[in-house]
């Protein structure tokens, strides 16, 4: 049986889709951010509703192992910058924004923290 959090968590995550799949013409990015400093499930857990808090982004996947992020955004509303400036206000530095297929586009520590 599903708690009434999970329940109205699974809505929240349902509407942020729809609200992805209405804005026309919009290039959707699937990348992976690696997190060097997250060493538990309450750190990752802050930093997903962080990130998950964000307009035209979705969390696809997690690693607490890899200390990996997968995610999907919506470039028009959102850039690399902004994702590591919220990862920075919860105490962590992102090394790394990688395109989820290993494609050309990746962009070290130094270019994320800006």
């Known amino acids: 049986m599903a708690t009434s959090s999970s ?3 699974g ?15 919009q290039k959707l990015t699937t990348v992976v951010l690696h997190i060097p400093s997250l060493r538990c499930g309450g750190c990752l857990k802050r930093v997903t509703e962080a990130l998950g808090a ?6 696809v996947a997690t690693a607490l192992p890899t200390r990996t992020v ?3 955004y ?3 509303q959102l850039g690399p910058e902004r994702i590591a400036e919220v990862v920075r206000t919860c105490g962590h530095v992102p090394s790394e924004l990688s395109e989820a297929d290993g494609a050309a586009g990746e962009l070290r520590a130094t270019e994320l923290n800006g």
């Open 11 to 25: 809505m929240v995550k349902e509407m942020k889709r729809e609200e992805m799949a209405d804005v026309p013409g």
């Open 74 to 76: 919506a470039r028009g």
């Open 7 to 9: 329940v109205r968590e």
């Open 54 to 59: 964000l307009p035209g982004l979705e969390i």
């Open 70 to 72: 997968t995610l999907r």
